[in-house]
């Protein structure tokens, strides 16, 4: 059985196995889920939280069955909340992080990368949930037997987000053509990149679709930029702590558009766990800072650099009309082989976000259960 302590401002819980958690009354009074205080279908909060007088304390607290525990309240307007035992003991660990726990990989992805067939997760939505949730923690998913139109691309986001229109278009081509504004329009090779850093927010999701691919070359090059982060703070702690702390400067311009952002090369969160890279060398602008501090940037931007172009990080696939790429843009860094103008090579493109993708992961999860991990 759950024992129980109070103080006038704390509640204490000690669980049979030894786990404790102690939440403070302000807290407590906060998360109340009742129909004063929550809209009963929706859940959302009708107590206005600046209302909770600065004294609030605990008046009782007692089990209310086995598997809740019942709390009044002192200070300000009496109240008594009801709170489930399990909800308590998983907030007492601190909440589960917001996005999906990262699985890192390297060149060993070859064979594990989350891969479906477009006629699978069009029709069902047990196959969907399991790509969604092997694209969720990889960063990158594979589709096979996409219809090969144009638009298609687009059709395969719309399965679980909004396709998020750019200057580039709804959908846009990735072609060698003749005056190109952007290298991506080239049959050169490209180093491995964040597409759009320039551009505040920067899109989460990147769809490729191949149309053709009858040319020489053009493989395309996936890195996991949260595994050579992570490489980086085992080698060089030092050096990451200065790329997470400086943001510096993205531009793209062409006769249409303007862009300018600034992002760090590694965005951590408060656990110092990696949340975004924007690396892109084309459009970086740099850091705007002392004759020191600058060296010190570009010793541990080159580090970094280094690490993208490892090959034991570095996934290598030719994709064949109809395979559809899809990734974390804002996690992994993707780039081409070179590519002989002779032959054709046609990819369309799209962005979506990530918490549209989180979004239909979650409402398919609580129909049919977890997906695989």
């Known amino acids: 059985m759950v024992s129980i302590q109070t103080s006038d401002r704390t509640l204490t819980l000690t669980w049979p196995d030894g786990v404790r958690g102690s939440f403070a009354a302000v807290w407590l009074r906060d ?15 009708f107590l206005d939280t600046a209302s909770i007088p600065s004294d609030i304390g605990i008046e009782e607290a007692a089990l209310g069955g086995t598997d809740t525990v019942e709390v009044s309240f002192l200070g300000g307007e009496l109240h008594t909340s009801s709170f489930s035992l399990e909800s308590l003991r998983m907030a007492s660990a601190g909440w589960a992080p917001a996005r999906r726990r990262a699985v890192l ?10 891969t479906a067939a477009f006629s699978g997760i069009s029709t069902d939505e047990l ?23 144009r638009g298609a691309v687009a ?18 081509d990735v072609r060698a053509v ?73 531009a793209f311009r062409d006769p249409a558009c303007d862009l300018v952002a600034e992002f760090p090369i590694v965005s951590l ?6 949340v975004a890279v924007h690396f892109n060398n084309r459009s970086k602008v740099g850091p705007a800072a002392t004759t020191h501090e600058v060296e010190a940037w570009y010793d541990a931007y080159r580090s970094f650099a280094r690490l993208l172009t490892s090959p034991d990080l570095e996934v290598r696939l030719r994709l064949q009309p109809g395979d559809l790429i899809m990734f974390d843009n804002t996690r992994v860094l993707h780039g081409r082989t070179g590519f002989a103008a002779g032959g054709e090579r046609l990819l369309q493109g799209c962005y979506a976000e990530r918490d549209g993708l989180l979004s239909r992961l979650g409402v398919l999860e609580r129909r049919f259960g977890a997906g695989p991990r």
């Open 269 to 274: 969160n408060h656990r110092g766990e990696p």
């Open 155 to 172: 059709e395969v986001a719309g399965l679980f987000a909004h396709v998020r229109e750019t200057n580039y278009g709804r959908v846009f």
């Open 31 to 45: 998360q109340c889920a009742c129909g004063e205080c929550r809209h009963p279908r929706n859940g959302q909060r």
């Open 105 to 114: 990989w390297g060149a060993c992805l070859e064979g594990r990368m989350p």
């Open 178 to 250: 003749v005056d190109p504004t952007n290298l991506a329009d080239t049959a050169l090779a490209l180093a491995v990149h964040t597409d759009n850093p320039y551009r505040d927010p920067t899109p989460t999701l990147q769809l490729l679709h191949c149309l053709a691919s009858s040319a020489d070359g053009g493989d395309t090059i996936l890195v996991d930029g949260f595994n050579a982060v992570e490489r980086l703070r085992k080698e060089a702690p030092a050096m990451l702590d200065v790329l997470a702390a400086r943001p510096i400067r993205f």
């Open 127 to 149: 196959e969907l949930r399991d790509w969604l949730c092997g694209a969720a923690s990889m960063g990158v998913a594979l589709l096979h037997g996409v219809p090969r139109h």
